[in-house]
């Protein structure tokens, strides 16, 4: 329910430290993780472990680049913001529906990995129904103020970040004792450490780049953060370090456990290695349970909830966004009684429902074809925030900014020449390649609603 006329309300800041590094972490630590890192190990092997150091690497620099420009200017709906404002008219819009669209179909890549994750102890319910339940739950909360979202979303991700902490420790524990044969030799006694080539290694780079996605949501919380020009440099900065220290130290860790060829891509390699290792069996009056598997599955089903409840929140502020700046409709600039931008959200969350009918039409599959739009999306978004960020600084005094990206310009050279080598990459696959060739309609469909937009809002005098 909107405020009544004439009352004006704004997004408000309420975000603390720990929530901006909670949201962040919650939109990378999630299914690319705890599900794609399955596909990246049986594509390079060991050798993943490099892929992870170079993808977080690129990964920090648009970080960085984003978090320049937001301590900078702290605005609702950031990204879209800064390519209007230091490009043009079309980047701007281009760069707002984008990432909106990216979300939406990250979104949709996770309500269908919670079907998958619900089935490993219901497989007769239908995946289209766990993500239907998910959706409703999920679109609710994200109504209520932007504090709740926060502690919610901090908890969530606790939750996620608290089990990784957790299955170091007990590998660790396993390694060291040797159980079930786990031995650091697992990492090169399988066809060595490097064991398919460099074509491959370069392969697994777009399956980790997707696990990455998200971290750029701290742009995005700029306008909603108390002290943003101390919050979110800070952020940046610790968040990096953990997913790396997350990422890599987790998928090692799995690898050592388990001899890395037998992990399989039919689910979570978190659970699979548990049930594969017979580890914390205990009889119950339903059956066997194996404990780590049934902890780890409740984890990565909480993984898929907590990205996916990112993805509403950043839709919902990046369509506010597009509206303020007039390439949205008006009515997404209404917000409720919490001060949340409520039909934002629920148009948002109708666009995941998509992901509900795929699900029911055709539930195998469908998370990989979803996934590898979303890359492909992503590749765009990230190539505008570098692009963005170079004329930003070349309009803007260098000296008067209060947190700067390292190694300018030439970080953006390597990051724009890395997004370059991926798209080429993702050519190379069978999964992406198509993906690949939607982009450039996907851009074209997005110019022709630019010019329309243009032609409607044009004013009545320009043509006398």
């Given amino acids: 329910m909107s405020v009544e006329k004439g009352k004006v309300l704004k997004l408000k800041r ?11 972490l919650g939109g990378a630590i999630g299914t690319g993780l705890f599900y794609g890192s399955a596909e990246s190990i049986a594509l390079v092997g060991p050798a993943i472990l490099l892929s992870y150091l170079l993808g977080g690497f ?3 620099l648009i970080m ?24 043009g008219e079309f980047p701007g819009f281009l760069a707002g529906w984008n990432y909106w669209f990216l979300y939406v179909l990250v979104s949709m890549a996770e309500l269908s990995a919670i079907g998958i994750y619900v089935q490993f102890w219901f ?49 660790l524990y396993l390694i060291i004792w040797g159980v079930n044969g ?5 990492l090169w006694q399988y066809g060595g450490f490097f064991p398919f080539g460099i074509k491959e290694f370069l392969l697994s780079l ?8 998200g971290t750029e949501l701290i742009g995005i919380t700029a306008a909603e953060a108390d002290d943003p020009q101390k919050s979110i440099p800070k952020a940046i900065k610790q968040v990096i370090w953990r997913i790396l220290l997350f990422y890599i130290l987790s998928i090692a860790i799995l690898m050592i456990l388990h001899p890395w060829n037998e992990i399989g891509v039919d689910g979570s390699p978190f659970v699979i290695i548990f049930q594969e290792m017979g580890f914390g069996i205990v009889n119950t009056p339903w059956g066997p349970l194996n404990i780590p598997a049934t902890f780890f599955n409740v984890v990565v089903l909480s993984a898929a909830i907590s990205v996916y409840n990112s993805g509403i929140y950043s839709n919902g502020r990046m369509l506010y966004g597009l509206a303020e700046q007039g390439n949205a409709p008006k009515v997404f600039l209404k917000l409720n009684r919490n001060a949340a931008p409520f039909m934002a959200i629920l148009f948002s969350s109708l666009c995941t429902l998509v992901a509900v009918v795929i699900n029911f039409l055709v539930p195998e599959g469908a998370f990989m074809r979803i996934m590898s739009l979303a890359v492909a999306a992503a590749t765009i978004t ?68 630019f010019r329309i937009k243009k032609q409607i809002t044009k004013p009545k005098s ?3």
Avoid: C
């Fill in 462 to 464: 320009s043509g006398r």
């Fill in 123 to 171: 497989p007769e319910i239908p995946m289209w129904v766990s993500s239907l339940f998910v959706l409703i739950i999920i679109t609710i909360l994200n109504l209520f103020s932007i504090r709740i979202y926060g502690e919610f979303e901090f908890w969530f991700a606790f939750v996620k970040v608290m089990a990784i902490i957790l299955l170091i420790a007990l590998g």
């Fill in 58 to 60: 690129v990964i920090y």
């Fill in 182 to 186: 786990a031995t650091i030799s697992n």
């Fill in 64 to 87: 960085t680049m984003m978090g320049e420009m937001s301590t900078h200017e702290p605005v609702a709906g950031a990204f879209s913001h800064f390519s209007y404002k230091y490009w």
């Fill in 206 to 213: 777009v399956v980790v780049m997707f696990s990455f996605g």
């Fill in 382 to 449: 990230w190539g505008l925030i570098v692009i963005v960020q170079y004329r930003f600084r070349k309009q803007v005094d260098g000296k008067s900014l209060s947190f700067k990206v390292p190694f300018y310009p030439f970080s953006n050279f390597f990051a724009l020449g890395f997004l370059i080598l991926l798209l080429i990459m993702m050519t190379q696959s069978g999964n992406m390649k198509y993906a690949v060739m939607v982009m450039p309609i996907w851009i074209l469909v997005l110019y022709i609603g």
């Fill in 14 to 24: 309420g975000l603390k430290n720990r929530h901006i590094q909670m949201i962040a």
